[in-house]
């Protein structure tokens, strides 16, 4: 995976020069590619001390083998010895091989790093790259060798002088505290003498002396600019905090003298490196909490990594942390952003992953979040957490921010009885998917896939459920419908309404060929519709027969023929178009919005049956009423004052519009003519606030809002879709 | 998800130009040094003196290509050592032929033409001390560089004449990896590749090319045109990468799309709305289509409504709309998902067909790969109760 790092590497470096003193993982970075017969040879080597054989050992192991020869005996290579040329790195191919022959694998991933290991690079080269000349310290470096690309955050740390004996003292409570193995006092003391004879040098005393601490992660160099700058986030953190240790306690100076010390001990033994690192991580915290780093990187994503056990560094790797509900799933930090800018205090929270919660803040941070969680419910919007916890909303939306950041909640529309969900479409939905059995273990009995199938269509929960069975199975529905969201397998449909009046020219145009079409359309709809389809199964028939595999496929194939489109609907909606008035349950539209005891009840039966435009029956309708309006207008002229009202709200509109507007009977209603004045002036119709957030901002009743909107349904066209907010968390391909 | 590995490439993957090229060389007594700059001095002294361990790096990391991103520029080079004892006063000549650009723009389409232009440049040394020897040859040097960003930057591609040297140069735009091409996929050409002569194109396209008509999926186009599926499979992949066709799923009237949210930019911008309204029309030598009566057809296409049944009750042809190609240019620009259907089996040990439910393959898929029809493939699953259908 291109988001786990390859290494974390630690290269320090002060007035005497420049050590890679860490590095991890460390195991098998040495040994897997040295040849048997050469190690003896290179190992022997430092052992004689005999420089003569150091350089039979580089020229009997010629080829691509020498880099790991050199890599163990570094440290004591001969200056006169010839360097080969060919190293390990120069045999990799380059790394993009343009795409010039076309079939093949694309991006063909040339391989310094087989395994996911950091390979071919040698302690010495790692560390004259990242101890970077002062210039480049405390902003980024990116570097990128063939395929591996290091980030890092070089950080200058002004030695901490003063505290020779208390950093003393408080190094001896340490050590008590975390009893750490024996080696480890005698040399703590060595490292504060080493600091002691330091400071002790003539040196300006104005100047404090710096170190430099680089934390190096190595990356795939296809890992993508944002992952790159959360890995830059993370060693400019590590870089800041142990800078503050360093001013509070020393502890850099403790620990990289530490670092060393285990160097010189181990190699003056002629250890092999992979003992120094152990060694080191069994001696030093700051290598333990770099291995528990990467290991936290490398599986969840999320750290919280306690420094001298004083400071804690939190961090999240969004594009791994939200793996973990979904996987394949890859979410950037720039996409949770953008679906945070875009929060409304109608929006609800909903919590994934309860038992964990309180991993992504620091302990002392935690009061606040549980005060917010404990009032929490996903029918709650954002605004009523709010109020109920006692807090500004501004307050919240951190809170909510952070805890969506860290993969531990996600975004809704608070849950209730009629919001229409649909199955998202990307729900990872398979039979060898671990969604099956997830779902099985906490819902005993339950299959997903029959669960889950309800929502094929928009459905809502209160579609679901009849007023008999409530509670029980009400509940049951819910507990599913939340699971299903915190695996983003379900996603809610919102309504939304473009103001859009048909022109004059059209308006006529259509409703002299509508009335055409419509008549043309009736005579052949019911007897003959049903004669058509059975000769369009026979020629579907005698296609299957005669073809081969594509023409097979029958329906698959559009032949103008079948343009007349008199096939009969084989699906679940079957006649749709005949049914849609009189049956409301295979049409959406009408369905969820004709649910008896919702918000949306009240004069909305009405309302549901015609909000979907239907050509056939509106525009007649309207050519009829448009004679009507005359005689109204008689009817309503004894208040003139209404008249000049109507006419300055119609102000807003241009000429074409306000025509159109004037078509509609509801236009003479002051009470309605305003509400769309004032909705249309508040810019809502058009297409990028649903009838939730209508409602929510202008305080509107459902019934109301639905009532409006079927009234002036001939210059308003209604469609559903996901809200973008929500929708930009779900991986939309 | 095999889509995310080569999705990302470094810095947000806008492509910046090429700032500046240089030729730094490790000087036998002047030590690391830029000894030609093209514009002069992009890269200043300073700037230099902090990176240049990465420009002139340890013999370990010779011939890698080496990208640093410092202070706010980055610099792709290819750093090379030439070993000859009698020529050089050290032993060995080291240089280094690097691109300077922006720090926040992509840089890896630049590397294999550094590689490439500095083994010429290894080559003209080797012959003829073309870098080491002081003289005009810095001059010379200067002008390729010139030429070089200068045609580069601009036409992405560039010859020179050097000597007995011809350099040729050319940015192959590194692209994401292409979609997997299945049977079922209907390849649709886009606008700009319309009128591209015939026998521009290499045989293969050649021979499926008159097929690619935004309605024929890739199993017909292989039938129809008489080529090996896996051959067209793989010619439409290519396209595709070349962004030369678009792929979309099988047009049928029994189809179920819903509208998302990128609809209302057909709104939002005229010049799209214009171009579709050109588009959707049945008769181009009619008025076009009216912007209202094409959003209010994308309007009603939501879950659990056929294209046939929109058909019916909006009537299209009355408004001179071509449905098909409403659904088309709808599919293109994201107005419109195609909401598939699939069937999953729900019971213990599947067999026969059942063992393609699995909840990955579509009905389409199935459909293409059994040679069956829709209908066929629907009644076997009403009448078996372990399979599920899912729309999504």
Known sequence: MEVNPIAVLLVYMDSKGDRLLFRYPYENVYKDKTPLHSMPLAASAPVLNNPPLVDVAMSSSTTSLVSQVSSDTSRKRNPYAISSSDELLQTAPPPNTAPANVFGVYNSCCNTVPKGQLEGFTDEVLSTLFAVKQQLCNQKLELKVNDVRFVSHPTLIPRNEHRNSAGNTSNASNTSNTSLPLAAPTTTTSATIGTATASSLPQPKSQPQQMLINIVFALHAQASYSIVKCYYELSKRLGLALRFEEQRASYCTEETMLMARTHDELSSQQQPLERTFDAITERCTLAQALKSIYHDLCTTGLLNTTLNQYLTVSFCLPQKAHQLHKKGSMVDPEVIDRCLSSLKPYHGMLLVDYAELLDCVPPRAARMLLQLVEIYTPLMSLQMLASEADMSIEHVYKMVSHLVYWGKATIIYPLCETNVYVIAPDAPLHTKSHLVEKFSARFAGMSLFDAIAHFSLPTSIGHLTTPLQQSARQGMLAQMVVWMLQHHLLMQLHTYVQFMPSDLDDFYGGVSTMNVAGSDYSACSDGVNEHKSSLMDLQEGTTTHSSIGVGATGELLISPLSRSMNVSDDELNAGSLLSCASQPLPVPHTSHRSITEDRYSGGCSTASDNIVAQPSSSHKSNYSMTASISTENCDSIASIEDEERIKELLSVFNDADRAAIRRIPASTNIDDLSLLVKLYQAGYFKSEHHLEEIMYFQSLRPAELLQLLDKFRDVLIIYETEDPAIASMYNNK | ?392
Not at chain 2, 150 to 169: A, F, S, W
Request: hydrophobic share 35%; proline share 5%.
């Open chain 2, 1 to 392: 998800m095999q889509v995310s590995t080569n999705d990302y490439y470094e810095d947000s993957g806008r492509e910046g130009q090429i700032r500046c090229i240089f030729l730094s060389e490790f000087h036998a007594t002047a030590g690391c040094k830029i000894s030609c700059q093209v514009p002069a001095d992009y890269v200043s002294k300073e700037v230099f003196d902090a990176i240049n361990v990465y420009i002139i790096p340890k013999p370990h990391l010779q011939r890698c290509i080496l990208t640093v991103n410092a202070l706010d520029i980055k610099v792709v080079g290819y750093p090379v050592g030439i070993e000859n004892q009698q020529k050089y006063a050290r032993n060995a000549f080291l240089f280094n032929l690097c691109f300077v650009c922006d720090s926040w723009a992509r840089s890896v389409q630049y590397e294999p033409v550094v590689k490439k232009l500095s083994e010429y440049l290894i080559m003209m040394e080797e012959e003829s001390c073309f870098l080491s020897k002081e003289g005009d040859h810095k001059l010379k040097l200067q002008k390729i560089f010139e030429t070089v960003i200068k045609d580069l930057n601009e036409k992405k591609v560039t010859t020179i004449v050097e000597g007995d040297t011809t350099i040729y140069l050319k940015i192959v735009i590194h692209k994401p990896d292409p979609p997997v091409v299945k049977d079922h996929m209907v390849p649709l050409l886009l606008v700009d590749f319309k009128n591209t002569p015939l026998d521009k194109w290499d045989l293969t396209t050649q021979q499926i090319f008159p097929y690619i008509n935004g309605i024929n999926h890739i199993a017909r186009i292989a039938a129809e045109a008489d080529v090996e599926t896996n051959l067209v499979k793989s010619c439409i992949q290519n396209l595709a990468y070349y962004g030369v066709v678009h792929l979309l799923p099988i047009l049928k009237y029994s189809n179920v799309y819903m509208c998302t949210q990128h609809l209302k930019s057909l709104i939002k911008m005229p010049s799209l709305s214009q171009a579709c309204r050109k588009y959707v029309a049945l008769n181009s030598d009619k008025t076009h289509p009216s912007i209202q009566k094409v959003f209010q057809f994308y309007a009603s296409m939501t879950h659990g409504v056929t294209l046939r049944a929109i058909c019916q009750r909006l009537c299209p042809q009355n408004y001179n709309i071509d449905e098909r190609k409403l659904v088309i240019f709808g599919l293109q620009h994201k107005f419109i998902r195609c909401i598939h259907k699939y069937p999953v089996f729900t019971g213990s040990v599947p067999s026969g067909r059942q063992k393609m439910y699995t909840g990955l393959s579509s009905f389409d898929e199935i459909c293409c790969k059994t040679g069956l029809s829709p209908l066929d493939i629907e009644r076997d699953i009403d009448k078996d109760t372990n399979v599920t259908v899912i729309w999504k």
